[in-house]
């Protein structure tokens, strides 16, 4: 793993931290994206692997929404894809 990917996972895991995840875990998957449209100016793609209590009694949409308050603002760059899998 890069040192730029690094960096911009610890950036993901600080903004998620307001969160409070119980579980947390961002896989890079760059390297399946390689030749996509934001993979070209250098972009991350991501899978984030969550669960917080903030999400208890919330349905998905609501859940991303919480997520996409902390972090929406790295995409499209550095972050070009955030595929989100809400534990429970």
């Known amino acids: 793993m890069t040192s730029i990917v690094t960096e911009r996972i610890q950036q993901l895991e600080q ?3 307001a969160l409070a995840p119980t579980t947390i875990e961002i896989i890079d998957e ?3 994206h390689i030749g996509h ?3 070209k ?3 991350s793609h ?3 692997r969550i669960a917080s209590e903030q999400f208890k009694g919330k349905n998905t ?3 991303h929404r ?3 308050a902390q972090v929406g603002d790295l995409i499209p760059f550095p972050v070009h894809a955030l595929a989100i899998e809400i534990l429970s």
């Open 30 to 32: 760059s390297h399946q």
């Open 41 to 43: 100016d250098g972009a």
């Open 66 to 68: 919480l997520i996409y």
């Open 46 to 48: 991501f899978r984030l």
């Open 37 to 39: 449209e934001g993979a």
């Open 15 to 17: 903004r998620l931290a």
């Open 61 to 63: 949409l609501a859940c």
